[in-house]
């Protein structure tokens, strides 16, 4: 990961002796450094990792800056540059003359540049950042240094700290991103990615109040999950004000706005999951929220004969002259969405049963059991939990369970969400069960599934450092040194990150949940001379997870003997009996949990790692290459070309090959089948205690019922959970093989052929129905 890149000696002078005098807690260059990364890694290191002079009172000529130089609305593109002038105009106002590097010349807006001079831009003081870490290693020290603060004497602080330290500056151990920005900064950043909330409570003083803290977890840096299923549905009567709900939606929408208000640490926006219960008498426009594609409503509308999806289709749609638009296209936006569907909901698709979509009939409780439903809903959130406790339901409507089932998977076929959340699977599974508690939601991209006010740090082995390139042998032994590392590490983070919640801060400190994952899995592979996939690859897998799994808890029990189990902990027995991830483990971990009990209550989860996989140069989490070279668009710039190291690395020690015939080993995610991804996700689901973010990318012109057959066998293999991708099913994505937006202007009708020709398809295109046979044109009516 070195680069031939060299910074003028004068620049790493005058850095030094800034660190040195205004930042002794970072760590000044020295000469051995030489990690300064390339292309978008050093972009991404730079932009979101390194330490900057935010008050940029150092800033002075000779400096190396990071600064916008096409402005976008949506993905401004930033480069790097040297500060090489300065004046002030007329005004007094200061200008800062950069000298932008050639790698990024081609993105340079020629607006911004001074007077007509290639490269060289201006830039006011404001828009300008001044990275303090331009090297990996100051980053490595930094982060591994402050980690080890937690050891109880200097001798084991001085000897984890060298071991964090190597461990990160070698891409073996790479911390997410929170914990990469906010460690040893002196910053109130949180270093835990993943936040959920309570079920919201059904008061406007309780919603506010969860908006609130949705805010300020965000602006700390954490990822949030919340789950509306405990507000009451549209038209509900609201006593106390004399109105009507405007309904769960309207509020999930209003706390999803904040996502796009708040930036987290100046470097990114926030993230939320929003989610509600199958049975939520909302669930219709909540699934169908985020379509933002007429054609394919007026498809949906055509193709069910349920009353309900038709009326809220036709209260999303309105008509301009012939054509249809969706009303309030960027609704719910600032969230991921899911559905929480339940064993229950599952078994009644499977029979083909109706399914009543209900509510707690709060309009006629007593007044002693509307102050029970104020104090208690919240804590419970399961409509038919709340039933067994002897509270009346209200059923507000019944559907055909296939018919909810077609919808959800209609409006994943073309937008990709809702995602799916199997809620009683993933309680089945947790380990919290072992301490009296129970899944709420999921963080945003999904990979951890937590109880109310539960929050993971993360962090992902870097699976590329532990094949023998010359060889292809797996360094076994090596991965479980590291991953023992990295518990412990992660573990330390526990004591070290901020807290700015009292309820966070019980939380996290009485589980001592931590989410240990992977990047590079596909590298791995490649490495291993296995496709991707395959029967071989799939099986070597599962050995890996297996180790990484038992050698992990192996660590957790050593340090609970160590330090002491995590304080939720009363009953070892129950830990084990209750968490059906744990009676799945060896029967000599078991007892070594019931002897010595465990110092973290869950250890492992995949997350995404999309930028720091983007920053080491390895495929990302779990997921194969989505290609070996293609444009990536985000907040440093829109088709940045990302070109990864892995094929000429290989072809170092595979000289009978050329990069023009590779073998299948270089399969991409688009080449791969969708089951061949369901079944690497559900191979590894069996070692996860926590749970796995994973795209099942599917090609262009993938069905609906084709997607349908994919989920129902992520539920069927044990899946917690899954998005299903249809390329191009999104206006715009942001990965891309080519520098273009998709256009998802055209869809096939695939159930109806055409009456006219009895052949041709019937494809829907601005409010139309026409036949791609005979042209045969009518008029969609919704």
Known sequence: MSSPLIYPPTAIQNLNQTITENFPHLCPIKPEFNQTLQGISRLVMLDRYSQKDKELKTLQIGDIVLTVIKPDPRFPSKGVGKIVDKFANQYRTLFWVIEIEEEFENNIDSNLLYQNKPRLIIKQTFEIEKPLELFWEQIAWRVGHSIAEPEKDSNLRVKYATEFEKQIRDF????????????????????????????????????????????????????????????????????????????????????????????????????????????????????????????????????????????????????????????????????????????????????????????????????????????????????????????????????????????????????????????????????????????????????????????????????????????????????????????????????????????????????????????????????????????????????????????????????????????????KNELIEKSGFIQNLPSNIQEKIRKYGLRNSHLLTVAPTGSTGTLVGVSTGLEPYFAFSHYRSGRLGKWIKVEYPIIQEWLKYHHEHSSEKLPNIFVSAMELTPEEHVNIQCVIQRWVDSSISKTINAPKGYTVEQVKKIYETLYEKGAKGGTVYVDGCRDFQVLSLEKNDNRFDELEDKREKCGRCGEGKLILSGGCWTCNGCQDQSKCEL
Request: charged share 25%; hydrophobic share 35%; glycine share 8%.
């Open 172 to 571: 073996k151990i790479v911390p997410a991103g929170r914990i990469l920005c906010g460690a040893g900064s002196k910053t109130n950043l949180t270093y835990f990615n993943c936040y959920v909330m309570p079920y919201i409570p059904d008061i406007r003083q309780g919603i506010s109040r969860h908006r609130e803290e949705v805010m300020e977890i965000m602006s700390r840096g954490g990822g949030v999950g919340s789950n509306g299923s405990t507000l009451r549905p549209k038209g509900a009567i609201c006593k106390g004000v004399g109105g009507r709900s405007s309904g769960t939606v309207s509020w999930l929408n209003d706390l999803s706005l904040l996502t796009n208000l708040v930036q987290q640490g100046g470097s990114r926006r926030g993230a939320q999951m929003i989610m509600i219960a199958d049975w939520h008498p909302d669930i219709v426009e909540f699934i169908i929220s985020k379509i933002q594609n007429p054609n394919a409503l007026l498809l949906l509308s055509r193709n069910t004969k349920d009353e309900l999806i038709k009326k809220e289709i036709n209260n999303k749609l309105e008509k301009k002259g012939e054509n249809y638009q969706v009303q309030n296209p960027d609704f719910l936006t600032g969230a991921n969405i899911s559905v929480c569907i339940s064993d229950r909901f599952m078994e009644a698709v499977k029979q083909d049963k109706e399914w009543d979509l209900v509510f707690p009939d709060i309009e006629n409780y007593s007044e002693e059991e509307k102050k029970v439903y104020d104090q208690e809903w919240n804590q419970i959130g399961d409509a038919y939990e709340w039933e067994k406790k002897g509270y009346k339901l209200k059923k507000h409507y019944t559907i055909k369970a296939q018919e909810l089932w077609n919808l959800i998977i209609s409006c994943a076929t073309y937008s990709a969400e809702p995602g799916i959340f199997f809620l009683d699977r993933a309680n089945y599974f947790t380990n919290a069960r072992g301490y009296g508690q129970k899944v709420v939601a999921t963080n945003p991209c999904g990979e951890q599934p937590l109880p109310p006010y539960s929050v993971c740090n993360l962090s992902a082995i870097n699976l590329a450092s532990f094949v023998n390139k010359e060889d292809s042998q797996i360094q076994w032994e090596k991965l479980k040194e590291t991953v023992k590392c990295c518990v412990r590490f992660q573990d330390n983070i526990i004591d070290t990150t901020y807290y700015f919640l009292e309820k966070n801060t019980v939380q996290a400190k009485g589980e001592r949940r931590i989410g240990m994952g992977v990047m590079g899995l596909h590298d791995f592979l490649i490495y291993a001379n296995l496709r991707y996939g395959s029967l071989e690859a799939n099986s070597l897998v599962d050995k890996l997870f297996e180790t990484i799994c038992l050698t992990a808890y192996e660590a957790s029990i050593d340090l609970a003997k160590e330090k002491g189990t995590f304080p939720f902990l009363k009953d």
